[in-house]
């Protein structure tokens, strides 16, 4: 066989197998992305609402599985025991628009635990929780329809400045129902926090930073005046012994000329 041919079909082979290795890689690849997440449901439907939606209910799970496949439309994580959502927990999932993370026990939404669902995610469910306030920072622009229900909200100044910041659905506010409040006399409890509009949770702070002030003036103000009352102490000693070292002046001088003209009649 003439050396051209030889290394062309050596070339070949080559270039083949490369080609096959890339096409297995990119299979385990795609499988990997789409395949459902262990211990978990899967199952796909069909029409504009279709999509792959992926089950892992009652499961005693305590975080958030790592190996959900980022074509998932439908995620079920209800009726475990999940305690937080850390930061970028859904972020690789641009499909998802139903999430479900009722009946577990959260208690904390990390800075960024929604990140990436701000323009695909319709609905939230956070019910049956153990939330008290909600920090905006968590949702970053989430506009989905949230239910807020059975969690033991507990209604004060900075429950009352959050929701402002929150883009959920107007209604999905009206979940927010007052287990607790600060000051406990305000009567919030059993109130729908969306629908009390003349209450105002942050009256208290605002009259404590107010006595705080006037505390901080009255201080800066006494120390002023005590510094004034020493200065001007100071100086009434500096000058009583200045006009007593003057007056002491023509004595003195008095004596030097009399003993001046002593010695000289000497």
């Known amino acids: 066989m003439p050396l051209s041919s030889y290394w062309l079909l050596r070339h070949s082979v080559v270039m083949c197998l ?20 262990k211990r978990c449901y899967c199952s796909e439907s069909e029409g504009p609402f279709g999509g792959k939606t992926m089950r892992c209910s009652n499961l005693r799970l305590t975080e958030i ?11 079920y994580l209800d ?22 993370l009722s009946h577990n026990e ?9 990140r990436g669902l701000g323009a695909s995610l319709q609905f939230l469910d956070l019910s049956s929780n153990q939330l008290t306030t909600l920090d905006p920072e968590a949702f970053e622009g989430l506009k989905a329809r949230s239910n807020l ?34 000051p406990e006399d305000s009567g919030a409890q059993g109130v729908p926090f969306l629908l009390a509009k ?10 404590t930073t107010d006595v705080a002030m006037l505390v901080t003036m009255f201080g800066w103000f006494t120390m002023v005046i005590s510094y004034l009352v020493y200065y001007v102490r100071h100086n009434q000693e500096d000058a009583r012994r200045h006009l007593e070292y003057l007056k002491s002046l023509p004595s003195r001088q008095g004596k030097s000329e009399e003993s001046s003209t002593i010695s000289t009649v000497v």
């Open 149 to 182: 229900t059975g969690n033991p909200w507990h209604c004060d100044c900075r429950l009352q400045t959050a929701l402002p910041r929150l883009d959920l659905e107007p209604v999905s506010l009206t979940g927010i129902v007052c287990q607790t409040s600060e």
């Open 106 to 114: 959260l208690a904390l939404l990390e800075s960024g635990a929604f």
């Open 79 to 100: 009726y475990n025991l999940l305690t937080s959502i850390p930061a970028n927990a859904f972020q690789d999932l641009p499909l998802l628009a139903e999430l479900d």
């Open 198 to 207: 003349d209450l105002d949770l942050c009256v208290v702070l605002k009259k």
């Open 65 to 75: 599985p790592q190996d959900i496949p980022n074509d998932t439309r439908r995620l």
């Open 18 to 37: 490369l080609l096959h290795s890339l096409v297995l890689m990119t299979l385990c690849f795609h499988h990997a992305a789409t395949s459902c997440s």
